[in-house]
């Protein structure tokens, strides 16, 4: 194996792990807020991309419309859940949301096979994205390129949002107390929500970017959940910088496993799950007891 | 479900009738199976789930398991039923001892979805090794051997055949639940720290009850295969996973009959819809929201408070 090659292949590592954490955004914010386990994040996911696919190919959009409108729609389809449903269900045990959530993603699956069909739909890649940029060691895709900063910029947006903001403290405020926080004067009822719709929005949009990649079916979230997952439970339940971390190394992980023995490298994610279990059970950067 | 003895008499009377006529009610007779080995599945996931308060989200791990452990020993060793039966109940149980263990470490929510990750790995397992699972396209060709004189290939005569392990199992999980083992579940379920001050160990006591489950769903899993001629690969996915917790939540978790009520049910209801409509995940995610909403008890346990007193 020559140099280019190894790097070619880490730096496809990057964009799988790009993904991941584009992926487990969404999830990270809401669990870490929240303490939901957010079943329906893999049906938000494909309901992005359905929304994409609706106002580029039905209503004849730029791809660039489609970015700025869809998480706003999947945001408010979050804000209704979490009011309407979700958030009666914070007093009781945490699994009962995580059961909840579920049987939400069997309906959202469900009524878009019955409003779009089962056999999914055609969604190319947006012209002006639709180059290749030579990095000097390998040729990609601009799109691929393209993920790799929006992600960038997203992670490092959420942070920033929750760590320095105002509105960050009182989210951070809500999830260590929510009771003393409501008690000092913030409606934290509304601020959960706001939140959750938030955390609905990044998985549209994680939805919205991976359409052009990814065959824009029902099942397509699904397939992506439990990795996802992984890397959330990998990086420490809640922590943005313990996904960011963890979808990294989960993306190298499986490129360089495709290297070495190609039918294990899904494999070798849960098998690199269970070592962390084992030596560091609250994962890479978790809180310990954390909504435990 | 002891207690008061005369009214019990009548239930257990009740019962015994129906499923013995079972067979003859459901459309096809291989349904009214189905429904046993489902029942089989719920009331050994309630042990974990509704006594222990662990929500394992994995449970269909040890229930394809049991399946394929089954469907390989009869179809490679040419094993009899029985022997087929006990590798399939052997493998669940020494594959659901590391992952509990593993798995026991963290509580709640977490405890959920380590065992859903490693439930994962063995779905993925399966449908990468064509050569030993089949991949997607599920382990074929499992035979029914003869047991003995009786000939299992009738499905009426694999129904009782099922039966008496049904009956067999509900005897287990009762004597299981009725234990001081069992009041220690109860006990971790409602306080672990203070089951752990007065010297239960927590760890140990889970592990046994997340393996006993993982006995049941082995068995299920077995007699699964047996009554397929067949393992599909879904026996080991999520959505298996997510059925399970259903039917111990809809007919009532920590109630051993519940569950199997609620099993019963789902099945028969998944193959009304089924063969009518093509909107069963619909209606199965309508059926999640409204039973995690309104009727966390169950259905059977909120009808019992209210009508019957036993």
């Not at chain 1, 979050?78 to 309906?107: A, C, D, Q, R, V």
């Not at chain 2, 080995?37 to 791990?61: E, N």
């Not at chain 2, 409602?190 to 140990?204: V, Y």
Request: include cysteine; glycine fraction near 12%.
């Amino acid at each position: 194996m020559d140099h280019n090659f190894i790097f070619a292949q880490l730096f496809n590592g990057l964009i799988l792990g790009s993904i991941y954490v584009l992926l487990s955004l969404g999830l990270t914010v809401i669990f870490g807020t929240l303490g939901v386990v957010n079943f329906a994040h893999g049906a938000l996911y494909m309901l992005g991309a359905y929304a994409a696919y609706s106002v580029v190919k039905l209503l004849n959009f730029h791809f660039v419309v489609a970015l700025l409108i869809c998480p706003i729609i999947i945001g408010f389809i979050g804000i209704l859940l979490e009011k309407f449903l979700i958030s009666k269900l914070y007093k009781l045990p945490h699994f009962y949301n995580l059961l909840l959530t579920f049987g939400i993603m069997f309906f959202i699956q469900d009524g878009i096979k019955i409003i779009y069909g089962p056999e999914g739909v055609p969604f190319n890649l947006p012209q002006f994205l639709g180059g290749a940029a030579n990095l000097g060691f390998m040729v990609i895709p601009e799109y691929r390129l393209f993920i790799i900063l929006i992600t960038g910029f997203l992670a490092l947006g959420v942070w920033l949002f929750i760590e320095k903001t105002k509105l960050g403290a009182v989210i951070r405020a809500g999830t260590d107390d929510s009771e003393t926080a409501d008690a000092l004067g913030t409606n934290i009822s509304r601020v959960f929500t706001l939140v959750f719709g938030m955390g609905a929005a990044l998985s549209g949009l994680a939805g919205v970017i991976a359409a052009p990649i990814q065959d824009v079916g029902p099942l397509m979230g699904m397939n992506y959940l439990t990795e996802s997952f992984v890397v959330v439970i990998v990086g420490g339940m809640g922590s943005i910088k313990g996904s960011i971390l963890a979808g990294l190394i989960v993306g190298e992980l499986v490129t360089v496993g495709i290297m070495f023995w190609p039918p294990m490298s899904t494999t070798l994610i849960y098998i690199f799950m269970a070592v962390v279990l084992i030596i560091r059970p609250r994962g890479l950067m978790g809180r310990a007891a954390f909504f435990e | 479900m002891k207690i008061d003895s005369k009214n019990s008499f009548w239930f257990i009377l009740l019962a015994a009738l129906l499923l013995g006529v079972l067979p003859f009610i459901t459309p096809y007779k291989a349904l009214a199976s189905q429904m046993l080995i489902f029942a089989i599945f719920a009331m050994g996931y309630d042990i974990v789930f509704g006594y222990t308060g662990l929500l394992s989200f994995g449970h269909a791990a040890y229930f394809g398991l049991g399946a394929y452990g089954t469907g390989l020993s009869l179809i490679h060793l040419s094993a009899p039923t029985l022997v087929a039966l006990l590798i399939g109940i052997v493998s669940s149980v020494l594959i659901a001892f590391p992952i509990g263990y593993l798995s026991i470490r963290r509580r709640g929510i977490y405890f959920a979805m380590t065992t859903m990750a490693f439930a994962q790995m063995l779905y993925f397992i399966a449908f990468k090794w064509r050569s030993l699972t089949g991949g997607d396209d599920g382990l074929h060709g499992v035979p029914r051997p003869h047991l003995g004189p009786i000939n299992l290939g009738s499905e009426l005569t694999l129904y009782y055949f099922i039966l008496v392990f049904f009956i067999l199992s509900v005897f287990l999980g009762i004597r299981i639940i009725h234990s001081p083992f069992g009041k220690t579940l109860e006990c971790l379920r409602e306080n672990e720290d203070r089951a752990r001050s007065i010297g239960f160990s927590p760890t140990r006591f889970k592990l046994m009850s997340f393996v006993i489950s993982a006995f049941f769903a082995g068995l299920a899993g077995g007699l699964y295969a047996l009554l397929q001629n067949f393992v599909p690969l879904y026996s080991l996915n999520l959505d298996t996973s997510g059925d399970i917790v259903l039917m111990a939540l809809i007919g009532g978790m920590g109630t051993l009959y519940g569950p199997i009520m609620g099993a019963m049910a789902l099945v028969l209801l998944k193959d009304l819809l089924t063969t009518s409509t093509n909107i069963w995940p619909l209606f199965l995610g309508l059926l999640f929201v409204i039973s995690v909403m309104t009727f966390r008890k169950g259905v059977f346990k909120e009808l019992k408070e209210r009508f019957l007193s036993f």
